[in-house]
């Protein structure tokens, strides 16, 4: 497998540069993805020119499909060459919006693109 990989990141407000980067190593329940595409959304635009994510340097992009190239300990729903797509918003599953199975409206979550590479 590659070390490097080509991503998109994101600097500052308007500092948006193509790079080579680690191919990181996928962690316990996590998936290594392969990006076949990624969409640009204006929450995108938003961020990478007005302002801002929450944090930087920022790969940026959420609307993808991806190839899974490896996946870490524990991880049984996908396996090395599936097809998949992800929501980029990753809820906390503690809160009490999460307890109640109202994902979307988790008081601790995650996501893709704004807040984690």
Excluded: W
């Amino acid at each position: 497998m590659a070390e490097k990989m080509t991503a998109v990141v994101m600097y500052g407000v308007d500092d948006i540069r193509l790079e080579q980067v680690d191919v990181p190593k996928p962690g316990s329940g996590e998936a290594l993805l392969k990006i076949a595409a990624c969409g640009v959304c204006g929450s995108d635009l938003d961020r990478m020119y007005k302002k801002g994510p929450h944090k930087l340097p920022l790969i940026t992009g959420h609307e993808f499909s991806a190839v899974v190239e490896e996946v870490g300990e524990g991880v049984t729903s996908v396996k090395a060459g599936d097809h998949v797509t992800v929501p980029p918003m990753l809820p906390c599953f503690n809160c009490g919006p999460c307890q109640q199975g109202h994902f979307s409206l988790c008081e601790n979550y995650d996501y893709y693109g704004s807040r984690r590479h």
